[in-house]
């Protein structure tokens, strides 16, 4: 199994510009979560999923960002427009069950830098 | 206030040698769940073992134990026979009882391990 796949691995673009995020979950995984990690907040949890329908958002910064999640295979993280305090890394997860009982699966994270 | 502490932000350890990694937590849920992740320099999380709060035992898996004392709210991740390969960043999190959302994880702010020769 390939993992969970995350694209691009490093992003860097000027403030207000459009920033999307991409994942593809592990097949077969019901759960998808996407989480912020800067080291002043630690790791966060913006939003996550169930069968491609949000469950919670209530970590979504402000609205600057959103989600979708168009089929079980694909998820995307919009940040528009960027600004540089969105600089972290972003990591998206997937779980067969939910995440709280259940093994997450991480990707490798993307390298945000908004300048 | 915090849910998961880890009071360590950094730890040494001789290679071959055991190391705890310390982790409290504060729920007043009679159910929950606890887990260890690791995090080496490339990034990745990867899954390291779960306790449940109503487990009889303590979770063990290879060289991972958790040393689980409910009472303390503790929940402290012993590594046996450390590599080299155990330097990494360390992350306790939590899983709340069913008064909570119990999809979601909170993370602690990590523990970061490095082992020597």
């Not at chain 2, 360590?8 to 071959?16: L, R, S």
């Not at chain 2, 690791?38 to 063990?60: C, H, R, V, W």
């Not at chain 2, 959302?101 to 490095?114: A, C, E, P, V, Y």
């Amino acid at each position: 199994d390939a993992g969970v796949i995350q694209s691009p691995r490093h992003e860097v673009t000027e403030m207000g510009q459009e920033v999307t995020l991409r994942c593809k979950p592990i097949s077969g995984h019901d759960y998808l979560f996407w989480y912020r990690q800067t080291m002043m907040r630690g790791l966060e949890l913006l939003i996550y999923f169930n069968n491609n329908v949000p469950i919670d958002d209530s970590g979504m910064p402000e609205d600057r960002f959103s989600a979708k999640m168009p089929n079980a295979s694909f998820s995307t993280l919009k940040i528009q427009p960027s600004e540089p305090r969105d600089s972290a890394v972003y990591f998206c997860a997937s779980s067969w069950g939910s995440g709280g009982y259940y093994e997450q699966y991480f990707g490798p994270g993307t390298r945000l830098t908004v300048t | 206030a915090q849910k998961i502490t880890q009071t360590q932000p950094g730890m040494f350890v001789q290679e071959k040698e055991a190391v705890t990694l310390d982790c409290t937590y504060d729920t007043s849920d009679p159910s929950y769940g606890l887990f260890w992740y690791k995090q080496p320099s490339s990034g990745e999380m990867i899954f390291l073992i779960y306790q449940g709060s109503y487990d009889q035992q303590n979770a063990t898996e290879g060289r991972y134990s958790l040393n689980f004392q409910k009472a303390r709210k503790s929940a402290n991740l012993v590594i046996s026979a450390s590599q080299l390969g155990d330097s990494a960043m360390y992350f306790c999190a939590m899983r709340e009882g069913e008064s909570y959302n119990t999809d979601k994880l909170i993370f602690g702010t990590g523990t970061r391990l490095q082992v020597f020769p």
